[in-house]
T-cell receptor, first 108, second 114 residues
Framework: KNEVEQSPQNLTAQEGEFITINCSYS?????LHWLQQHPGGGIVSLFM???GKKKHGRLIATINIQEKHSSLHITASHPRDSAVYIC??????????FGTGTSLTVIP | EPEVTQTPSHQVTQMGQEVILRCVPI?????FYWYRQILGQKVEFLVS????????KSEIFDDQFSVERPDGSNFTLKIRSTKLEDSAMYFC????????????FGSGTQLSVL
């Protein structure tokens, strides 16, 4: 049983396309994190959100607490966006549940 | 920008040996975490640590694992008797002051158990 489910697992897009990655969770969470794992393995936090929507540059994250669902959108995708995007949900005790990741490849 | 620092970047050890993975979290952060990622698999939570105590741990974090903040800056993960299946990338992360902020990750320690 996966407490956090992501879709799609793999995604290939043409440069410039609008991309959406989805995350659904079944645990009671205090917030939801979107992470980016670079091809070299390093992990960077993109967003932490507990309600509504956040935007940073071309990235937008939304969360619907009632539906237990979050989305990460990338507008005007670029090859440098190619990475694995991971959704992570901590419970109120900060035990984290991770999605399996979405591997994104953006083709020039 | 402040960084979480992990050492060593690579560690090779023989099965049954003890290893200590080291992390220096960001100085004003209060919550510390260890995660691991076995090659080709998803990131897994090991443990969270706050106020010099473990606040949560996963089923993976059995008696072979321990964490310590020995000197107010370092945060260590010890594996007492390594097994082949402990081979993975181990990431340290921190956030704070409430634990409800973005996580800052170290660059990881690749542990190979032979």
């Amino acid at each position: 049983k996966n407490e956090v489910e992501q879709s799609p697992q793999n995604l290939t897009a043409q440069e410039g396309e609008f991309i959406t990655i989805n995350c659904s969770y079944s645990v009671g969470i205090s917030a939801l994190h979107w992470l980016q794992q670079h091809p070299g393995g390093g992990i960077v936090s993109l967003f932490m959100l507990s309600s509504g929507k956040k935007k940073h540059g071309r990235l937008i994250a939304t969360i619907n607490i009632q539906e237990k669902h979050s989305s990460l959108h990338i507008t005007a995708s670029h090859p440098r966006d190619s990475a694995v995007y991971i959704c992570a949900a901590p419970n109120t005790g900060n035990q984290f549940y991770f999605g399996t990741g979405t591997s994104l490849t953006v083709i020039p | 920008e402040p960084e979480v620092t992990q050492t060593p970047s690579h560690q090779v050890t023989q099965m049954g040996q003890e290893v200590i993975l080291r992390c220096v979290p960001i100085s004003n952060h209060l919550y510390f975490y260890w995660y691991r990622q076995i090659l080709g698999q998803k990131v897994e939570f090991l443990v969270s640590f706050y106020n010099n105590e473990i606040s949560e741990k996963s089923e993976i974090f059995d008696d072979q694992f321990s964490v310590e903040r020995p000197d107010g800056s370092n945060f260590t993960l010890k594996i007492r008797s390594t097994k082949l299946e402990d081979s993975a990338m181990y990431f340290c992360a921190s956030n704070g002051p409430s634990g409800q902020e973005k996580l800052f990750f170290g660059s990881g320690t690749q542990l190979s158990v032979l």
